[in-house]
């Protein structure tokens, strides 16, 4: 669909590691659902072993296409997406690596990450959250003299649940405050 296509490539995603992701996702999906007559415990290990063959290729390429994006000035923001927790997290952490080692692009080193889990937020009291603000406010300024910043949310899946959960509309929500 050339619509789908554009915004892919609007977003910076590449339809090659795109199809290779989901081919190889698809691929994990079915040799860990594949049992054979092996042990519980002989078979769990297969699984782990299959995982680190498969993923630990897909990561240095996620980690290295994260570096990527970040390199091109015209990009704002990066979101990344995934369907693992755990994969996600473990490439923004290799691209923290990356960063802390020094082994990216002369652009880009000075680039300061700043973590902020949104879900300490979740029963604050306002003044609480000013103080935050200020805090990262005090950071980003900091780090704008030098190469810039990422802003590292962490997953946010949770916000939805959390918000759909509040419902009430007319209260003081920490969350909507931190966000605006």
């Given at each position: 669909d050339p619509s789908v296509s554009r915004v892919m490539r609007e977003a910076g995603f590449n339809s090659t590691q795109v199809k290779?992701?989901?081919?190889?996702?698809?691929?994990l999906e079915n040799t860990s659902s594949h049992v054979s007559g092996k042990s519980k415990e002989n078979n769990n290990q297969e699984k782990v072993s299959n995982k680190a063959l498969v993923l630990d290729p897909i990561r240095v390429e996620d980690i290295n296409s994260v570096v990527d994006n970040l390199k091109m000035n015209q990009r704002k923001s990066i979101v990344v997406v995934g369907e693992c927790v755990t994969n996600l997290?473990?490439?923004?952490?290799?691209?923290?690596?990356?960063?802390?080692?020094?082994?990216?692009?002369?652009?880009?080193?000075?680039?300061?990450?700043?973590?902020?889990?949104?879900?300490?937020?979740?029963?604050?009291?306002?003044?609480?959250?000013?103080?935050?603000?200020?805090?990262?406010?005090?950071?980003?300024?900091?780090?704008?003299?030098?190469?810039?910043?990422?802003?590292?949310?962490?997953?946010?899946?949770?916000?939805?649940?959390?918000?759909?959960?509040?419902?009430?509309?007319?209260?003081?929500?920490?969350?909507?405050?931190?966000?605006?």
């Open positions: 290779t992701n989901v081919e190889q996702a698809v691929s997290e473990g490439v923004v952490k290799g691209v923290m690596e990356k960063f802390d080692k020094g082994d990216v692009d002369e652009s880009l080193k000075g680039v300061k990450f700043i973590s902020l889990s949104l879900c300490d937020f979740g029963n604050v009291s306002r003044l609480e959250v000013d103080e935050k603000v200020e805090e990262l406010k005090g950071l980003a300024k900091k780090s704008f003299h030098g190469k810039g910043y990422v802003l590292y949310l962490g997953d946010l899946k949770w916000l939805f649940d959390y918000k759909k959960q509040q419902g009430i509309s007319g209260y003081y929500c920490s969350i909507d405050h931190m966000l605006t």
